[in-house]
Every structure is written in structure tokens, then in C-alpha cells.
């Protein structure tokens, strides 16, 4: 009874329609949109092999079931048949997704794991998860009752990545197919079968199964939709027109062919018998003990209603928490959608600001407006170290801040901090102390980025908060008893400054928390700091902690736990030196972008060179110019109006006659995975705003023509590339091509890294260096031979490579 209630509560929760019923094909799509279906006219759609009722091959490989009908009726409306074909199992429809042999998924679950995969249609019919078990067991109410019970749940279905992911400590047993799991269930091999009702239900009929039912519900949904190939998201606006287009008397004709209810009815007379005579006696004995049955009875009705308002609690609470998940989740995008947003509004006038700044410095010779321009630089900095602040935060909460391990001289680093900060403390008229353990290791394996930031953000603060007496900077690294090839690192900042309150103490590590009381037009500040350094020194296996009292100062102690020692020596930072423009030979530059001072800003940057500079305000101009006059290279801001930059590289790269123009992507995003991405849209290359001078010129220069080879651009024709320097490989393998790496070193994503190893190739071939060349065709071989130990190995030692490079191009450092 409880099946067929659920199954009747499905038919009558339909997806909703939102098309009328009248729309012809012709009117569903926009003249691109149709020019972009005839541009490709073998669109390779897969469905599930084998998942009654929704989808199924038949004998003579015919394609059946609910989805199959959708299917036909979207070619129905696009006036488009996709190329259909099949694989063996719902795992090589996967596989085959991934690997782009596959470009769309006739029906997919939406499930966490498979959003950075592919992109998905509106969802199109949804079905609650169930628990199914035998009628020899017990009532199962929710999946927090299941204890030892074997759980049995088909493998790559949505149903294991919502187990998997809010529930590891289930004794999960993975089935090929849903009806192995059934049989399993049957025979007593498994306890409890999580899957959707309809499948449940067609396979149970199917298979002449008596014995199993439907126990509960789960607080889980088949949200089923079309996935398609992740850089094709104008395919998912045709078929969003068309499901749009179903009415609801379509989606009614399709639920009632495939889902309905058959039983059979037997009457078994000698049954009828013994129950009439049974209950010939329950009514003499009704009779007899009618008084104390009556208020049994109502006893039992009290019960029953409190169950069933219970039930109804509970369902409410399952929905409500639903909700709130849901919730969570858009506030989670809408987060991160606010912060690449902000980052972008914030960063491109940066980008203006410290741009002109650069260039004024080589203009300006009086000494009271370079101080005016050193205001200037220092506010930039200031404001930049707010936005990354916030961006850091969010990327270590979201898990997508990565420590590199290299070696470092922990003695040069405190050092090097101390000089930082000794001319800002004797301003203030302190005392700064340096102590310096004796037996401190040479080298230990420290991100040094990171540990700076950390030890800035405490110096900053003792020097902040101190208007008297001195401030203190240790560190010392005992040796690990038990390990004499690491240490425990503690650094301690120690000052005489006001002081925290004891309950005062464990808020200031929160974000944007301030110690109480504590005067912000005096003192400044976000709240920020203690916040990301808390939480990147227990990414380092660490903790920081804090003794003080008002009025008698403050001691920060950062404690690293099995810092491992290098044998390794450091390799120390380049010094910065003069920005060399490249000497180019005459050539086009389109620079595409909404903002003025930065067409302006990059017209100066190339002024004095034999570079001509083209101007667009927006995408649809950048197209049209770059149809006209075809650059060489085209610069291209990804937000602008009208038509932003990543519709404009899809006209770019579909047209034929500025197909092989390189396009470079500038975003003021600062999302971790926002330079992978546009990679994969067609660009060649990408730069972030504010955008140096120097990392400008030695991206651009590999597109560019340059007057000393006399070569066209790169995209003209391989043999005639631009030569780079050592210095110039250096800072193009510490910038764009480190944060590919970065992205792609645990991704598994056998296409990218592929991509990466012939980009290296490329480049090796381009400075003439051999070592890079033979460490890049290694990692291709691996690729293609599907080593993927040798290949992970390889990856690794990338940044050996750097640091090779470092050294060659700065001998002296």
C-alpha cells in the first residue's frame, strides 16, 4: 500500500510547464541559436543502457522508455535528430562523457560530484529515493536507523554520491544494475536496496518478486535533467526552449504509459471460511468484553493519531531541512559569484591605478610628486591586500587554498621580515629584538608565502597596537624526539602594547571580529588578518595561540608541528629589475574593453613601439574589427556589455576568418579555478588585472611579431615563433602556466594535462632548451601510455623545473 500511495503522490507532481502549447520549432529558437544547430549536425546523445522504465534497449536495439519520449518529443520541436548511441553500462556513458566522445546525456541526476563535470538542462520529472527491504524485516523509518544493515545501491547512480557524500558510515554494498540489487534483496544477500520508486516498482513486476517492500522515505530526489558537454552552454538554452515547450498533457501521456499499477485479485474460499468462523467468535467475545475493548480501542486511536502526527512532523522536518539545504547551496554559489564579481569591479580600476603609476614613475623626477606617487602605489597595495584578504578566506574555507612546500632558509626569512619592518618600528620610537636560535636548520620545507603572510600580519599588528617599550621576534626549532629529520617550529611575536581582555581572546581570531572596545578610527583594520592566519597555520599542521593581559602587551606564538629539514638548498628571490619593452616589429593589437583608462592605459604601455593599437568598446565591436582588420592579437576584457568576452571568443573562433587569431583573456576575477576556465573557451592565453608591466610584455611577445627574427605571430605558422630568452621562459612558467598546473596536478584530467605537456613542449622549443623539452615529452609519453603512477611522479616534479630555470636565468641570485 505504501508503493502504490507513493507512486500515486508522484503522478500527480508533475514538472512544472512553462511553455505554451502552441510554440512551433520555428519560434523556439533564435536565428544563432538555429545557425548553431546547422553548424553541427551530429550531436551524439547517450542514454542508459538498461534503467526501466526511464530508459531501455529493446531486442532490436530499439531506444524505449519515459526519456526516450522526451527525446522525441524535443527532436519533435528543434526539427533536429540526434545522433543517438548507447554503451554496455551507465559507467561507460560516463566515461564516454567525460572524454567528449559523448555531447549530451539524455537523463542525468544532479548530484554535487557531476556539476563540475557537465552542464544541465532544466530538470525535466523527479522522483523521491526510497529504502526497499523484505517483508520478513522490521519497519525502517530513515536512513539514521541503519546500523550493520547491508545497503545495497547501484554503482554511479546519483543515489551513491548523495550516500557517499552525507552518509560514509553506511555498510554500503555497490550493484551493476538495480535488478541485481533486487535479486540480492530477494535472496536474503543484502538488507535494504536504496533506489528510485518507479524503478522499484517497473522491476519488481517485472521480475515476479512478493516479497520485498517499500519501509521509507528518504530525504533525497531524482532530479533527472540533460547533461550536456561543459563548453557547449548555448546547446543547454536549446533544449531548456524545448522541455519548455512540453505541455502538461504531454507530461501526463508519458507518465501514464510508463507508470501504472497492475495486480491481480484471487479469492481463496477456505480462507473465507476460517475467517468467517474466526470471526463468528471475535463477535461473542466483542460482546462479552465489549466495555474493556472500547476504551482499548480508543486508546489505540489516541496512539495512532499521535503516530501519525508524528510522521507528519517528521516529513515536514525532512522537507524543511530540504529546503534549507537547497538554501545553503545558493547561498554558497551566490557567495562566490559575489566575490569573482567584486574582485573584478575592484581589480579593473586597480588595474588603471597602479598601471599609470608605473608609467608616471619613468615620467616624474621632482622629489615631492614621487612621494605623491608612492602614496599612491602604497594605498594600491593596501587596498589589494583587503580584496586578497577576503579572497583568501573564502578559497581556504571552500578548500581550494593550496600550500607549496619548498625549501627555505628560515634564518633569511626572519630576517628578511625583521629588515621589512625595523625602519617602521624605530618610527615609532619601540625597541625591536631579533632572537635567532643558534641550532636553527639551514633549509626546512615551509610554504614561505604563506609563513609571511602569517608573521606580516603579527608584526603588523604588535606595531599597531604599541605605543611603548619594544616588540620581539624568536624563533627556535627543537628537534622531534622521535623523528631527527623534523623539528617544531615556534615563532613568537612579543610586544608591550594595550593589551587583549582574556574573553576577548578567541574572538579576535574570527573573521571580521575586533578586539572589544578597540578604537577603529585609531587603529583600522578588517578583522581579517588573525582569521586567515589562524587557519593557515593549522593548514600547516600547526596552531597559533595567544597569552596577554590590558595594558601589559600581547605574545603570539606559532607553533609548526613535524617541519621536515631539507637537504635541499634555497633557492632565493629574483630582485627586481627595470621593465625591458621587447623590441617588436610593426604588428596589430585589438585591445577589446568597456573601461577606458585601461585601452589607454595599454595604448601607453605600447607607445614608442611599432605596434598599432586598435580599439573596442564591447564584444560585438571587437568582432567586427577583428572580421575587418585581423590582428595579430587581440586583448579582450571578459565582462563588457552587450556582448561580454566569452560569446565574443565563440564568434571568434566559429568564424573562419579570425579563427587562428590568438585571443589573451584579461579578468579581474581571483577565483582559483577562473584561469583554467577560460583556457578551455578558446583563449590562448589569459592575464589578470592590475596587470604589471612586465608580466605584460612577456605574454604578449609570444603573439606579437618581433623585429629580431623577423617573424610573423605565433598563430601564423609554427616555424617561424618567436625565440624567448631564459628570463622570459622563467616568468612565463612562474605565472600562467604554474596556475594550469596548479588546477590540473590532482585533477586526473588526462586531456588538460596532456594540453599542458605540448604547451611546455612548445615553449622548450621556442628558448631552446633541452632539459624542458625532454621533461615534457616524458610527461606525454606518460599520458598517452596511461601511466598514471609515473604520470602523477612526473607532475610533481615540476617546479624543479623552475626552479632549474631560476637559477640559469639568475646565476648570481
Known amino acids: 500500500m505504501i508503493l502504490r500511495f507513493l507512486l500515486l503522490l508522484c503522478l500527480v507532481l508533475p514538472a512544472s510547464v512553462t511553455a505554451e502549447e502552441d510554440v512551433t520549432p520555428a519560434d523556439l529558437l533564435t536565428p544563432f541559436e538555429r545557425e548553431w544547430l546547422q553548424q553541427h549536425p551530429?550531436?551524439?546523445?547517450?542514454?542508459?543502457?538498461?534503467?526501466?522504465?526511464?530508459?531501455?534497449?529493446?531486442?532490436?536495439e530499439s531506444y524505449q522508455g519515459m526519456v526516450a519520449d522526451y527525446v522525441r518529443l524535443v527532436e519533435e520541436r528543434l526539427g533536429y535528430t540526434f545522433t543517438h548511441v548507447h554503451y554496455n553500462s551507465w559507467t561507460d556513458t560516463l566515461d564516454a562523457m567525460a572524454e567528449h566522445q559523448v555531447d549530451v546525456l539524455a537523463s542525468v541526476a544532479i548530484t554535487p560530484r557531476r556539476e563540475g563535470r557537465m552542464l544541465f538542462t532544466d530538470t525535466f520529472f523527479n522522483f523521491p529515493i526510497v529504502m526497499a527491504v523484505r517483508d520478513d524485516m522490521p519497519f525502517v523509518g530513515a536512513l539514521e536507523e541503519l546500523d550493520n544493515e547491508r545497503v545495497a545501491v547501484v554503482k554511479d547512480y546519483a543515489t551513491a554520491d548523495y550516500l557517499l557524500i552525507s552518509h560514509p558510515n553506511l555498510n554500503m554494498e555497490f550493484v551493476r544494475s538495480l535488478e541485481e540489487g533486487l535479486l540480492k534483496l530477494s535472496n536474503g544477500e543484502v538488507d535494504v536496496l536504496i533506489s528510485n520508486i518507479p524503478s522499484i516498482s517497473y522491476l519488481v513486476n517485472q521480475l515476479g518478486l512478493s516479497n520485498i517492500k517499500i519501509t521509507g522515505i528518504t530525504p533525497y530526489t531524482y532530479e533527472v535533467?540533460?547533461?550536456?558537454?561543459?563548453?557547449?552552454?548555448?546547446?543547454?538554452?536549446?533544449?531548456?526552449?524545448a522541455l519548455g515547450s512540453i505541455t502538461e498533457a504531454e507530461h501526463e501521456a508519458i507518465?501514464?504509459?510508463?507508470?501504472?499499477?497492475?495486480?491481480?485479485?484471487?479469492i481463496d474460499y477456505a480462507l473465507v471460511w476460517r475467517i468467517v468462523a474466526v470471526a463468528a467468535i471475535v463477535v461473542f467475545i466483542f460482546l462479552y468484553w465489549n466495555r474493556k475493548l472500547s476504551r482499548e480501542v480508543s486508546e489505540r486511536i489516541r496512539s495512532e493519531e499521535?503516530?501519525?502526527?508524528?510522521?507528519d512532523k517528521l516529513r515536514q522536518a525532512m522537507r524543511q531541512a530540504e529546503h534549507l539545504a537547497k538554501e545553503a547551496e545558493a547561498a554558497n554559489r551566490a557567495k562566490s559569484e559575489f566575490l569573482a564579481n567584486m574582485s573584478h569591479e575592484i581589480r579593473t580600476p586597480m588595474n588603471a591605478v597602479i598601471g599609470y603609476t608605473e608609467l608616471l614613475e619613468n615620467e616624474v623626477t621632482g622629489e615631492r610628486q614621487r612621494s605623491y606617487l608612492e602614496a599612491?602605489?602604497?594605498?594600491?597595495?593596501?587596498?589589494?591586500?583587503?580584496?586578497?584578504?577576503?579572497?583568501?578566506?573564502?578559497?581556504?574555507?571552500?578548500?581550494?587554498?593550496?600550500?607549496?612546500?619548498v625549501p627555505v632558509n628560515p634564518r633569511r626569512l626572519i630576517e628578511d621580515i625583521a629588515h621589512i619592518f625595523s625602519a617602521r618600528i624605530q618610527q615609532k620610537g619601540l625597541k625591536f629584538d631579533v632572537v635567532i636560535d643558534p641550532d636553527l636548520p639551514e633549509t626546512l620545507l615551509l610554504?614561505?608565502?604563506?609563513?609571511?603572510?602569517?608573521?606580516?600580519?603579527?608584526l603588523a599588528n604588535a606595531i599597531k597596537f604599541t605605543h611603548e617599550g619594544h616588540i620581539r621576534l624568536t624563533i627556535a626549532a627543537p628537534a622531534d624526539p622521535q623523528d631527527n629529520r623534523r623539528v617544531e617550529l615556534v615563532i613568537t611575536v612579543e610586544d608591550t602594547g594595550i593589551g587583549i581582555a582574556p574573553d576577548q581572546q578567541q574572538r579576535i581570531f574570527q573573521a571580521f571580529e575586533?578586539?572589544?572596545?578597540?578604537?577603529?578610527?585609531?587603529?583600522?583594520?578588517?578583522?581579517?588578518?588573525l582569521a586567515i592566519s589562524k587557519k593557515l597555520v593549522e593548514m600547516m599542521n600547526g596552531h597559533i595561540g595567544v597569552i596577554s593581559a590590558p595594558g601589559k602587551g600581547s605574545r603570539f606564538e606559532v607553533r609548526l608541528h613535524q617541519v621536515a629539514v631539507s637537504d635541499r638548498p634555497e633557492i632565493r628571490p629574483v630582485s627586481d629589475e627595470p621593465v625591458q619593452v621587447p623590441d617588436f616589429a610593426p604588428g596589430t593589437l585589438l585591445v577589446a574593453d568597456d573601461v577606458e583608462l585601461n585601452r589607454v592605459l595599454l595604448r601607453e604601455h605600447f607607445a614608442g613601439t611599432p605596434v598599432r593599437i586598435l580599439e573596442a568598446v564591447d564584444g560585438e565591436q571587437c568582432v567586427s574589427m577583428a572580421r575587418q582588420h585581423k590582428p595579430d592579437l587581440i586583448l579582450m576584457d571578459l565582462r563588457m556589455p552587450r556582448l561580454d568576452g566569452r560569446d565574443a571568443i565563440r564568434?571568434?573562433?566559429?568564424?573562419?576568418?579570425?579563427?587562428?587569431?590568438?585571443?589573451?583573456?584579461?579578468?579581474?576575477?581571483?577565483?582559483?579555478?577562473?584561469?583554467?576556465?577560460v583556457r578551455q573557451l578558446g583563449f590562448a592565453d589569459a592575464l589578470r588585472k592590475p596587470v604589471e608591466r612586465s608580466v605584460l610584455f612577456a605574454v604578449v611577445s609570444r603573439y606579437l611579431p618581433k623585429r629580431d627574427t623577423g617573424s610573423r605571430p605565433k598563430h601564423a605558422r609554427s616555424d617561424s615563433t618567436p625565440k624567448l630568452s631564459l628570463r622570459q621562459l622563467t616568468d612565463i612558467l612562474t605565472g600562467p602556466v604554474r596556475e594550469e598546473w596548479e588546477a590540473i596536478r590532482d585533477s586526473g584530467d588526462l586531456a588538460r594535462i596532456q594540453a599542458f605537456a605540448k604547451n611546455l613542449e612548445s615553449l622548450a622549443q621556442q628558448a631552446a632548451d633541452e632539459p624542458l623539452k625532454s621533461y615534457a615529452q616524458a610527461l606525454l609519453s606518460a599520458g598517452q601510455q596511461f601511466h598514471l603512477k609515473k604520470l602523477q611522479n612526473k607532475l610533481g616534479e615540476f617546479p624543479l623545473q623552475i626552479e632549474r630555470l631560476t637559477q640559469e636565468a639568475h646565476p648570481n641570485c
Open 255 to 266: 507518465y501514464k504509459k510508463w507508470i501504472r499499477f497492475s495486480y491481480e485479485q484471487r
Open 376 to 405: 599612491i602605489k602604497k594605498g594600491s597595495r593596501a587596498l589589494l591586500t583587503i580584496i586578497n584578504d577576503i579572497l583568501d578566506l573564502s578559497k581556504i574555507e571552500s578548500g581550494k587554498m593550496h600550500l607549496e612546500w
Open 447 to 458: 610554504d614561505e608565502v604563506r609563513l609571511r603572510q602569517i608573521l606580516f600580519n603579527l
Open 514 to 529: 575586533q578586539h572589544e572596545g578597540q578604537s577603529n578610527r585609531q587603529y583600522g583594520g578588517t578583522g581579517l588578518g
Open 306 to 311: 499521535a503516530l501519525r502526527r508524528s510522521e
Open 42 to 60: 551530429n550531436i551524439r546523445m547517450a542514454g542508459h543502457p538498461h534503467w526501466p522504465p526511464f530508459e531501455m534497449f529493446d531486442e532490436e
Open 225 to 241: 535533467a540533460m547533461g550536456v558537454r561543459q563548453d557547449w552552454p548555448i546547446l543547454v538554452n536549446i533544449l531548456n526552449k
Open 651 to 677: 564568434l571568434l573562433k566559429s568564424d573562419r576568418r579570425t579563427r587562428n587569431i590568438p585571443v589573451i583573456a584579461l579578468t579581474g576575477s581571483a577565483v582559483a579555478d577562473e584561469m583554467p576556465r
